[in-house]
Nanobody
Framework: VQLQASGGGLVQPGGSLTLSCLASGSIFSGSTMSWIRQAPGKQRELVAL???????YYSDFVKGRFAISRDAAKNTVYLQMNSLEPEDTAVYYCHAQRGSTEAWGQGTQVTVSS
């Protein structure tokens, strides 16, 4: 099982980025998919998740700015990030969990700076 995250980069404050996470193997189906980030010197924190049924949850600090979605045909979960702030600078990881089975992606760097 592998998760391949992509889409990070350098963006100015107020800008947008879309992260993608491609899942190989069978874990995508039936899994809750999450985006989790870790800023330098800070603990990892949940950004957003989407269940297998499409129910979404967002942490307060991204509500109204970020949107998580999944495409079953492409085995991919997305994180659309708008109105980015310097505080959003972090390595973003995708995570999959189905029962006791879980997997992590390698992380993609998002830097918000002018």
């Amino acid at each position: 099982v592998q998760l391949q995250a992509s889409g990070g980069g350098l963006v100015q404050p107020g800008g947008s980025l879309t992260l993608s996470c491609l899942a190989s193997g069978s874990i995508f189906s039936g899994s809750t998919m999450s985006w989790i980030r870790q800023a330098p010197g800070k603990q990892r924190e949940l950004v957003a998740l989407i269940t297998a049924n499409g129910v979404t949850y967002y942490s307060d600090f991204v509500k109204g700015r970020f949107a998580i979605s999944r495409d079953a045909a492409k085995n991919t979960v997305y994180l659309q990030m708008n109105s980015l702030e310097p505080e959003d600078t972090a390595v973003y990881y995708c995570h999959a969990q189905r029962g006791s089975t879980e997997a992590w992606g390698q992380g993609t760097q998002v830097t918000v700076s002018s």
